[in-house]
């Protein structure tokens, strides 16, 4: 029976063109979900803080405007899903969205509370899995609407794969920054480089934040190239580049391992040379959002910023599965690094036609994805 329902309700979020304009009931009945189901899973973990919140997140959480926020999410989504319900002929996603408003009323969050010590607490971040699908989906979502390159649907081929993907990395946000910073401190309990240290820190923070990046994008751009070359590590990124659309959902398609290395190898010269910390943390987000941008299906192609910076276009190329796109643009920062040690590709005015694996070899499917690099090959 629930099986049903979900087949029903994602049939109808994957409808045709025709049957999505604006007018028809759908986009107020997906924005409805969404309001919705963010609205329920923010009270969830309200009501759980110590197992749900991410304690970087407890001081936006303490303030008024937090409540307020979820209340507008909750009352949007309920008169959103009132007018899809009135222009749509299938009424499931305003009666879900309905449904769900409800349960999360039903269920409150007024008597909360925040942990003061989170020392050796274990949590999953579901507040930061909301506030990441919010804060990126408000952002791409209508540019892939307005400026989209290709049109494709915005529930395309493949996307619950993707959205799970964005899921379990957000959920388990406390395990995969602790193993990513244990090389780190590795390399800080068994070096001494204060002088280097204090020369870093003492420059003006603009010349600290370039830093942060090209080193980072150096140390990514040997380690990209890497799991493209050796054969075992490229069946961990072959995971990466199974996705055959691209959008602003399709960078989260990791497997968790090569998550943990990469994460845990590029941000060694972040953590120990001896950067401001709040510069890092302003790097963070930006990497955060503009890898999201560089996957994004949209047709920005700014002519004078391609020799410096990446661009979507640019990554684009490096998704390609046509026999000029194989092992490209490895940089996620500046396009540079590729030009010099000659794997920069940019044809003029033209985006590859094909996306995914040669020989299209990944299955479908988390789990299968998941345990796919450690099979033999046949």
């Known amino acids: 029976m629930f099986k049903k329902f979900l087949d029903a309700l994602t049939q109808e979020l994957e409808s045709t063109h025709s049957s999505t304009r604006f007018g028809a009931g759908w986009i107020s009945g997906v924005l409805a979900l969404f309001l919705s189901l963010s609205g329920l899973l923010t009270v969830i973990y309200l009501n759980y803080p110590q197992l749900l919140t991410v304690p970087e997140l407890h001081s936006a959480i303490s303030m008024g405007w937090y409540r307020l926020a979820l209340n507008f999410m909750l009352v949007t989504g309920f008169m959103m899903a009132c007018i899809s319900l009135i222009l749509r002929q299938n009424k499931i996603m305003g009666f ?4 769900l408003c409800v349960a999360a009323i039903g269920i409150g969050s007024s008597h909360s509370y925040l942990p003061n010590d989170t020392t050796g607490r274990v949590y999953f971040g579901m507040d930061w899995f909301v506030l990441n699908l919010t804060l990126t989906g408000v952002l791409f979502l209508p540019l892939e609407r307005l400026f989209s390159r290709t049109h494709q649907p915005v529930f395309r081929v493949e996307w619950r794969e993707d959205l799970f993907y964005f899921l379990l990395s957000s959920l388990m946000v406390q395990s995969l920054t602790f193993l990513s910073l244990v090389p780190s401190k590795v390399v800080l309990a068994t070096t001494e480089i204060e002088v280097v240290q204090s020369y870093i ?178």
């Open 201 to 378: 820190v003492s420059q003006p923070g603009w010349l600290q934040f370039f830093e942060i990046m090209f080193f980072t994008d150096l140390v990514q751009y040997w380690l990209h190239r890497s799991f493209h070359k050796v054969p075992f590590l490229w069946r961990f990124h072959a995971i990466h580049h199974s996705a055959k659309v691209l959008d602003w959902l399709a960078g989260s398609r990791m497997h968790i391992l090569e998550i943990v290395c990469l994460r845990g190898l590029t941000v060694i010269p972040m953590q120990v040379l001896g950067f401001h910390q709040s510069l890092i943390y302003l790097y963070l987000v930006v990497v955060y959002v503009y890898s999201t941008y560089i996957h994004s299906n949209v047709r920005f192609d700014i002519e004078w910023i391609k020799p410096i910076l990446v661009t979507p276009r640019f990554h684009h190329w490096h998704h390609g599965s046509e026999p000029e796109a194989i092992d490209i643009n490895f940089a996620v920062h500046f396009s540079f690094i590729d030009r010099m040690f000659g794997t920069y590709h940019m044809p003029a005015g033209r985006w590859p036609n094909d996306y995914g694996v040669v020989g299209n070899d990944v299955p479908s499917g988390y789990l299968k994805q998941f345990m796919y690099p450690f099979k033999k090959k046949h």
């Open 96 to 99: 879900t969205a309905l449904a």
